[in-house]
């Protein structure tokens, strides 16, 4: 459990990267989300210094909305943009980054090496990337982490969460 000084530190360390890093910041629509992402990594970066091992407990975490974190809003877009991607890439991605496994042991079940692998691994996401920017507008923090979307207006997303006016009634992604 943090104390009322880590917490205190933690706010003004996430205001004092806010105002060094503000120039980063593409659209005043996005703040929110930018500072939440700044907040997010400077809380993931205490617990790592801290070495803390134990989860909060759920009612430590009363202000955790899932549906605050964008990646977590364009989940359900991936599987349907992998059908639009040649099939040997949809299979690398899904097996990679959804089912998670083993990079070396895809590349060896190929016969190539890792190294080649992990440029193919990289190109496959850029691929999918682009099928994301196709649909919607991306603003990414300096480690590509994802801040904040919009749907563009003369596309239709092929995912059922978003529609070309944004996101699917009922879900709520806070302003």
Not at 39 to 66: E, M, S, T
Not at 104 to 133: E, N
């Amino acid at each position: 459990m943090s104390s009322p000084e880590d917490v205190e530190e933690l706010l003004q360390e996430v205001a004092l990267r806010a105002f060094m890093n503000i120039d980063t910041l593409k659209s005043e629509d996005k703040a929110r989300a930018w500072l939440y992402r700044i907040a997010h990594n400077l809380v993931i970066d205490f617990y790592r210094k801290k070495h803390v091992q134990q989860c909060p407990h759920p009612d430590d975490l009363w202000y955790a909305d899932p549906f605050a974190d964008p990646e977590h809003v364009f989940s359900p877009c991936i599987e349907p943009l992998l059908r639009d991607l040649p099939e040997d890439i949809a299979d690398l991605i899904y097996s990679i980054d959804i089912q998670r496994q083993s990079q070396k042991a895809y590349a060896a079940r190929l016969g190539i090496s890792y190294s080649t692998f992990k440029s193919r691994v990289q190109k496959a996401r850029k691929m999918l990337y682009g099928l994301f920017h196709e649909y919607c507008e991306i603003s990414l923090d300096r480690r590509g982490q994802i801040l904040d979307f919009s749907v563009r207006p003369d596309k239709s997303a092929p995912c059922s969460l978003v529609s070309s006016k944004g996101l699917r009634p009922g879900v709520f992604l806070p302003e």
